[in-house]
Nanobody, 124 residues
C-alpha cells in the first residue's frame, strides 16, 4: 500500500510559478510510474503529466507542455511538478497518483494509488 501526500499548492498571480511535491511512503517508489492530474470545479479530473519509473521518460498534456516540468527523486521518494507561466485556467485541485506498471499512461483508472490533492489558484 502506497501513501501519497501532495504539497506546495497555493494562490499565485497569472504568469507566476509554483512547485508541487508528492511524497510517497509505504512502497518501493521506484517501481511506480507516477502522474499528476487536476480537477477544476465542475469539471472531470484530467491528466497533466506522467513520468516513468526511472524518470527517463515523461509525457505532458498539450495544455501544459512547455510550461510544466515533471521530475522525480527516487532516493527521496518524491515527485515534483514545476509549474511556470501559470494561467487562470490552471486553477484546480492537483493530485498525484502511482501506477504499478511499466508504461506511461494518461488513463485515470489505471492508477492504483492517489493523494488527497492540493489546491492551486491562479488569479488574473
Amino acid at each position: 500500500q502506497v501513501q501519497l501526500v501532495e504539497s506546495g499548492g497555493g494562490l499565485v498571480q497569472a504568469g507566476g510559478s509554483l512547485r508541487l511535491s508528492c511524497a510517497a511512503s509505504g512502497g518501493i517508489f521506484s517501481r511506480y510510474v507516477m502522474g499528476w492530474f487536476r480537477q477544476a470545479p465542475g469539471k472531470e479530473r484530467e491528466f497533466v503529466a506522467a513520468i516513468s519509473r526511472s524518470g527517463g521518460s515523461t509525457d505532458y498534456a498539450d495544455s501544459v507542455k512547455d510550461r510544466f516540468t515533471i521530475s522525480r527523486d527516487n532516493d527521496k521518494n518524491t515527485m515534483y511538478l514545476q509549474m511556470n507561466s501559470l494561467k487562470p485556467e490552471d486553477t484546480a485541485v492537483y493530485y498525484c497518483a502511482a501506477d504499478n506498471s511499466y508504461y506511461l499512461t494518461r488513463t485515470i483508472r489505471l492508477y492504483d494509488y492517489w493523494g488527497q490533492g492540493t489546491q492551486v489558484t491562479v488569479s488574473s
